[in-house]
């Protein structure tokens, strides 16, 4: 069991205890014990029941929780909180601003019991008048409900990947090929999967349900050669069946969305593509092979026709890390610790360090002693690991004006500042663009950090217009950060292009806050892809010696 499981179970015993008038010391022992679990750097799963007592926070009593949770993978204490409390109240709890306080209001006070209660609650202005609550508290709530309606059933890429990869496994285990292949929205790498799109060479037979339902799958209606089905996982399907002379057209035809696939077809009016590999249905086209990340029915065709299509990046081109945190700040993992895995697992040359500034008091961010504190531990570290090297970078947070937390004597200190937002995120779209280009235009914003800080299926970003602060970094050297943690992706593929157009260089930064949060590298590599980006115009895939020369240009 993760760590991240048992802190979320214990998070929700603490709730749970306080929706229910428990003692608030015993509340705030269940909840300490809760946060010191998600940041420890080993699996607490792995200790014995002596040694998680020995755990700073815990104490024997949630010591005894934990294992209880390990041994039988509930609480006791839990499932008669849990047995006591409507599931639509449960489920409630996980809304963003509904702590236990109002969430008893609504259940005692109001009598709602589900969220759908809630919803025609809401629509019918009831909250307005409740205790702690008002017309803005209404239609937050309202705009979560919404968009939780919204998200049913969708899944960003990362959940998916691991299940995808291995239903694949199963099925052409089951069926016996291995001429199956993930198409749609998963092969085009797509940030958000509705739907999991699978094409396979055979032709259904009386045994094929059976199959399937060996693979894990849950079979749905089907025709002759179409099976839906659904998941444990949550996930819907489609599989379809084709003969082998039909795979290069059924590879194109169940990748690409319709508007790729319509003007493709236009262009193969009367064309045999009857045992054509995919590469050579587009050269039949009169085009080159376009890449299953770009269809999209953008502007991949008339790339292609001027023979423009780029030449996309891939994992292996990055040869840095930059965007970090450490135990400096609210990371799990040392300095030290981050710096070593950069240089001997993943075999980079460089790593840049970015820990919260001091306004993200929430994060322990540092002061202006503490940076130069860790400044003196990064020189060392890089006499001692060159010549891999770490660069000196802070994660700045842009204030309500755009201003940035040091004075400009601290940010010269620095090798490179990434500039983002972290608080106050609800303003109209005007200031909120102003608010980024004031920051762009600081002469010391090396990087702009999740330009639109939005959390995918849970939270829209906040409103920008994209091209302004797009052609400000264009004006004033920035670089665009695309973050790389899954439920990121920011900024958005759609706006890479127009990026690059500007002649602004994009960086794939993890936003790592412990050794494991490098591999987020991977998804910001497939969303670059989808957006056109190649090593050319991607910072962290630049050799150490011209990210040094960058940023001493920038700086002078």
Not at 110 to 124: H, M, R, S
Not at 415 to 427: E, G, N, Q, T
Not at 508 to 526: C, Q, S, V, W
Request: some cysteine.
């Amino acid at each position: 069991m993760e760590n991240k499981i048992i802190a979320r179970t214990l998070r929700l015993l603490s709730q749970l205890m306080e929706l229910h008038d428990e003692n608030p010391f015993k509340i705030k022992s269940v909840a300490n014990a809760a946060f010191k679990i998600d940041k420890l750097p080993y699996p607490v799963s792995d200790k014995s029941l002596a040694e998680i007592e020995q755990i700073d926070g815990l104490g024997k009593s949630t010591a005894a929780k934990v294992w209880a949770l390990l041994e039988t993978n509930s609480i006791p204490e839990l499932s008669n909180l849990m047995a006591q409390t409507p599931p639509g109240i449960i489920e409630m709890m996980r809304i963003k601003g509904l702590g236990p306080k109002k969430i008893v209001v609504i259940w005692k006070d109001l009598q709602i019991e589900n969220i759908g209660e809630l919803y025609y609650a809401c629509n019918e202005n009831r909250l307005i008048e409740a205790k702690g609550f008002g017309l803005k508290t209404q239609e937050e709530v309202k705009k979560i409900i919404e968009f939780n309606m919204a998200s049913n059933g969708r899944f960003i890429y990362a959940k998916i990947e691991a299940f995808a990869d291995t239903l694949l496994q199963n099925l052409k285990k089951v069926l016996k090929t291995e001429n199956i292949f993930l198409t749609g929205q998963y092969r085009r790498r797509c940030e958000i999967i509705d739907l999991l799109d699978i094409l396979i060479v055979g032709q259904i037979s009386t045994e094929t349900p059976e199959m399937l339902v060996k693979a894990g799958l849950i079979v749905g209606t089907s025709s002759e050669n179409y099976i839906e089905c659904d998941s444990e996982f949550g996930v819907k399907l489609n599989l379809v069946f084709c003969n082998s002379e039909e795979l290069g057209w059924q590879m194109i035809l169940q990748t690409g969305n319709r508007e790729h696939v319509d003007e493709l077809a236009l262009k193969l009016v009367n064309t045999d593509v009857t045992g054509k590999s995919e590469n050579n249905i587009y050269k039949l086209a009169g085009i080159t092979f376009i890449e299953p990340e770009l269809r999209e029915g953008l502007n991949e065709f008339k790339l292609a026709a001027d023979n423009k299509l780029p030449v996309l990046i891939s994992y292996s081109d990055l040869k840095g890390t930059l965007h970090n945190h450490s135990t400096w700040s609210d990371g799990v993992h040392s300095l030290t610790e981050m710096a070593v895995f950069c240089k001997d697992e993943l075999k980079l040359e460089y790593l840049g360090i970015c820990d919260h500034s001091k306004s993200a008091f929430y994060a322990n961010g540092l002061n202006e002693i503490r940076v130069a504190a860790q400044h003196r531990e990064i020189d060392e570290l890089n006499i001692k690991l060159a010549p891999f090297h770490i660069f000196k970078g802070i994660e700045s947070d842009i204030l309500y004006d755009g201003s940035l937390d040091y004075s400009d004597e601290i940010l010269a200190t620095f090798d490179f500042v990434v500039a983002s937002v972290h608080s106050v995120l609800k303003m109209s779209e005007e200031k909120a663009t102003d608010r980024l280009i004031k920051a762009i235009e600081n002469p010391y914003t090396t990087i702009l950090g999740h330009p639109t800080g939005r959390l995918l299926l849970s939270r829209s970003g906040y409103p920008i217009d994209h091209r302004k602060v797009i052609d400000a970094c264009a004006g004033n050297d920035v670089i665009i950060e695309i973050n790389a943690n899954p439920l990121r992706l920011d900024l958005d593929w759609r706006w890479h292009q127009y990026a690059i157009e500007k002649g602004v260089l994009l960086s794939i930064n993890p936003d790592a806050h412990r050794k494991e949060g490098f591999f987020d590298m991977h998804y910001g590599t497939l969303i670059a892809r989808k957006g056109g980006l190649t090593k050319l115009n991607c910072l962290n895939a630049m050799e150490l010696d011209q990210v040094k020369k960058l940023l001493n240009r920038r700086n002078k």
